[in-house]
Antibody, heavy 122, light 106 residues
Framework: QVQLVQSGAEVKKPGASVKVSCKTSGYIFNIFYLHWLRQAPGQGLEWMGWINPYSGSTYYAQKFHGRVSLTRDTSLTTAYMELSSLTSDDTAIYYC???????????????WGQGSLVTVSS | DIQMTQSPSSLSASVGDRVTITCRASQNINDNLNWYQQKPGEAPKLLINSASNLQSGVPSRFSGSGSGTDFTLTISSLQPEDFASYYCQQSYRTPTFGPGTKVDIK
C-alpha cells in the first residue's frame, strides 16, 4: 500500500531554515509527482509546490518562490522540502502528498503523509 | 490564482441528515474539482476527484456534482464518522483550496 512517512516535529528560530523529509513506499517512486502543502493552526490548506521525482523538476506557488526548495533522493525514495527565512507565520503542519495520477494533468494530492509540525518561535 | 469559496463555513446537523456543501470557483475550471475530508489531528483524505468520481473505499453516501464554476458535495445520510471539515480544491491550474466547511453535531 502507498505510504508516506514524514520526519518529526521541529522548533526553529525566526530567520532559520527547516528541512522536512517524506519517505515513500508501496509504489514506483519515479512515476508520481509529489506535492507539498501546509496548514497553519486552525486554518485551511495551502499548496506550496510539487516535484517530478523522475526529472527533479519543480514548480512552486508564487508565494513561496525563492524561499522553498523541493528535492528528492531516488535511491531512498524520499522527498525533501526546505523552507528558509522562517517567520512566525510559517508555523504550520507541513504535508507531503503523492499525486493521484502518473501525469502532471489536474494536480490532485491523493495519498498524504502524517504531517510534520514546524514551530517558529524565538 | 483561481479563488475558491465554500458555503456554509460551518453547519450543525444530526445523524441521518442530508448535508450539502457548495464550492464556487472564480473562473471556469470544467470538472477539475476535488473534495477532501479532514478530521482533527489527521491529514486530509481525498473523497472525490474530477467533481464526481468517488475514491475507492469512500462510502456511497458521499457524492459530488457540478461543472464550470459551481460544485456540490452531498452526504445523503450523515453518519457519526462524517463529522469533520471538508475542503474543495481546484486542479485546473496551480492548486488552490476553499476555506473549508466544518460539519459538527447538532
Amino acid at each position: 500500500q502507498v505510504q508516506l512517512v514524514q520526519s518529526g516535529a521541529e522548533v526553529k528560530k525566526p530567520g532559520a531554515s527547516v528541512k522536512v523529509s517524506c519517505k515513500t513506499s508501496g509504489y514506483i517512486f519515479n512515476i508520481f509527482y509529489l506535492h507539498w502543502l501546509r496548514q497553519a493552526p486552525g486554518q485551511g490548506l495551502e499548496w506550496m509546490g510539487w516535484i517530478n521525482p523522475y526529472s527533479g523538476s519543480t514548480y512552486y506557488a508564487q508565494k513561496f518562490h525563492g524561499r522553498v526548495s523541493l528535492t528528492r533522493d531516488t535511491s531512498l525514495t524520499t522527498a525533501y522540502m526546505e523552507l528558509s527565512s522562517l517567520t512566525s507565520d510559517d508555523t504550520a503542519i507541513y504535508y507531503c502528498a503523492r499525486d493521484l495520477r502518473d501525469s502532471s494533468i489536474s494536480p490532485t494530492p491523493a495519498f498524504w503523509g502524517q504531517g510534520s509540525l514546524v514551530t517558529v518561535s524565538s | 490564482d483561481i479563488q475558491m469559496t465554500q458555503s456554509p463555513s460551518s453547519l450543525s446537523a444530526s445523524v441521518g441528515d442530508r448535508v450539502t456543501i457548495t464550492c464556487r470557483a472564480s473562473q471556469n475550471i470544467n470538472d477539475n474539482l476535488n473534495w477532501y475530508q479532514q478530521k482533527p489531528g489527521e491529514a486530509p483524505k481525498l473523497l472525490i476527484n474530477s467533481a464526481s468520481n468517488l475514491q475507492s473505499g469512500v462510502p456511497s453516501r458521499f457524492s459530488g456534482s457540478g461543472s464550470g464554476t459551481d460544485f456540490t458535495l452531498t452526504i445523503s445520510s450523515l453518519q457519526p464518522e462524517d463529522f469533520a471539515s471538508y475542503y474543495c480544491q481546484q486542479s485546473y491550474r496551480t492548486p488552490t483550496f476553499g476555506p473549508g466547511t466544518k460539519v459538527d453535531i447538532k
